[in-house]
């Protein structure tokens, strides 16, 4: 079956520590993004990548920092500069990043902070 | 800046009901708009996508509009189910960069 996948489901995170959320998907999609949402809200994008080695940086990125080094990985790290960490967190792909493509999500990682 | 606004944030319907939901944008350069559902806890389910230059898209009992000149798009629920009871979004997409702008989403509760 073709997809994304994200891991973990669940993520508790101390004060301070760094954490890294997973996103894979079989797709064969260039783009992939990752997208934050918070309680009533609708979706924020924190960063994307176009293609292999190259991303670039969302509307909410501070405290984040991804890798692209394989084209079906896209991982997250939540760094201790991220104020407010505690969120749901969505991974996205699409077969190209130009805006006519249509985007496919994987089913979250929600994050508390203890 | 692109703005998508959802009206209303929630709707409690009867079943059998036809309903549509309401998504308006700010800026016209859009590149398409995409409808997705949202159940609790949940990722999102891509439901339709209506490219720029297309009026609708329809996909059994869910029909999407689109209107660039009013910035609008409305969601058509035929015969409306229980099982239809979740989280609407839209998204705009705009620029070259496959960046979605979504709204906040409205909340749809279908009652036996």
């Known amino acids: 079956d073709g997809g994304i996948t994200q891991s973990p489901k669940y993520l508790f995170r101390k004060e301070g520590q760094n954490v890294t959320l997973s996103c894979e998907q079989n797709?064969?999609?260039?783009?992939m993004y990752w997208y934050r949402q918070d309680p009533g809200q609708g979706l924020r994008l924190i960063y994307y990548?176009?293609?292999?080695?190259?991303?670039q940086k969302g509307d909410i990125a501070e405290g984040y920092s991804v890798s692209r080094e394989k084209k079906e990985s896209f991982p997250l790290t939540v760094t201790s500069a991220q104020k407010n960490p505690t969120a749901f967190y969505l991974c996205?792909?699409?077969?190209?990043?130009?805006?006519?493509?249509?985007?496919?999500f994987g089913p979250g990682t929600r994050l508390t902070v203890l | 800046k692109q703005e998508v606004t959802q009206i209303p944030a929630a709707l409690s319907v009867p079943e059998g009901e036809n309903l549509v939901l309401n998504c308006s944008f700010t800026?016209?350069?859009?590149?398409?708009l995409q409808w997705f559902r949202q159940d609790p806890g949940k990722g999102l389910t891509s439901l339709l996508l209506?490219?720029?230059?297309?009026r609708e898209q329809t996909s059994g009992r869910l029909n999407a509009s689109l209107d660039k000149s009013s910035g609008r798009s409305t969601l058509y629920i035929a015969a409306s189910q229980p099982g239809d009871s979740a989280t609407y979004l839209c998204?705009?997409?705009?620029?070259?960069?496959?960046?979605?702008?979504f709204g906040q989403g409205t909340t749809l509760q279908v009652k036996p």
């Open positions: 209506i490219q720029s230059s297309q």
């Open positions: 990548s176009q293609i292999v080695n190259d991303f």
């Open positions: 998204a705009a997409g705009s620029g070259n960069t496959g960046k979605l702008i």
């Open positions: 797709l064969n999609h260039d783009a």
């Open positions: 800026d016209s350069a859009i590149y398409n």
């Open positions: 996205a792909s699409s077969i190209g990043a130009l805006g006519y493509n249509e985007q496919f």
